[in-house]
Antibody
């Protein structure tokens, strides 16, 4: 079964760092781009960026460039999203999702989401 | 940046009725238009890609149409499990920008 499994919920304080993960299985992890999508409480979906685990080529949404870092470790089929200094406004559900095939036009497999809560 | 505008914001219908959801782009997106369904507490699920192709396992009552700037998701006969929020999404030319619409909530009347 093709799936993405994300790390568990996190509760952090403003200013702390955080790295969440997304592990792929059931397919060739190095052959598909992985994206990250933010969903703030009660709001819609926002694309943050994508990474190609095969060579770690990474592209960011202008809205998130410099705010987060996307990385991957292909040896363990895992992608990451990290913050160096969290803000309360980073409170959201974060999804990883696989981009569909060569066309890379849509996200066909989604992780279950990681809830990040930032509060003092 | 391409903006996707979905309408209506909320659609109230009964099981068995036909649902028509709209997604309009601020400029042409070719056919790189996808639709997702999201139920409360769940991750989104891909329904339609390339404007009109059903994703794996998606029932035939879901169909997509359109090109350029105007796209439609149609659910031919609503089942109880179809009441959810629906998002459209586009991909601009490489290097990519992916944009989601603000969503349409399909609720039981």
């Amino acid at each position: 079964e093709v799936q993405l499994v994300q790390s568990g919920a996190e509760v952090k304080k403003p200013g702390e760092s955080l790295k969440i993960s997304c592990k792929g299985s059931g397919y060739s992890f190095t052959s598909y781009w992985i994206g990250w999508v933010r969903q703030m409480p009660g709001k819609g979906l926002e694309w943050m960026g994508i990474i190609y685990p095969g060579d770690s080529d990474t592209r960011y949404s202008p809205s998130f460039q410099g705010q987060v870092t996307i990385s991957a470790d292909k040896s363990i089929s895992t992608a990451y999203l990290q913050w160096s200094s969290l803000k309360a406004s980073d409170t959201a559900m974060y999804y990883c999702a696989r981009l569909r095939g060569v066309v890379r036009d849509a996200f066909d497999i989604w992780g279950q989401g990681t809830m990040v809560t930032v509060s003092s | 940046e391409i903006v996707l505008t979905q309408s209506p914001a909320t659609l109230s219908l009964s099981p068995g009725e036909r649902a028509t959801l709209s997604c309009r782009a601020s400029q042409s997106v070719s056919s790189y238009l996808a639709w997702y369904q999201q139920k409360p507490g769940q991750a989104p699920r891909l329904l339609i890609y390339d404007a009109s192709n059903r994703a794996t396992g998606i029932p035939a009552r879901f169909s997509g149409s359109g090109s350029g700037t105007d796209f439609t998701l149609t659910i031919s006969s609503l089942e109880p499990e179809d009441f959810a929020v629906y998002y459209c999404q586009q991909r601009s030319n490489w290097p990519p920008l992916y944009t989601f619409g603000q969503g349409t909530k399909l609720e039981i009347k």
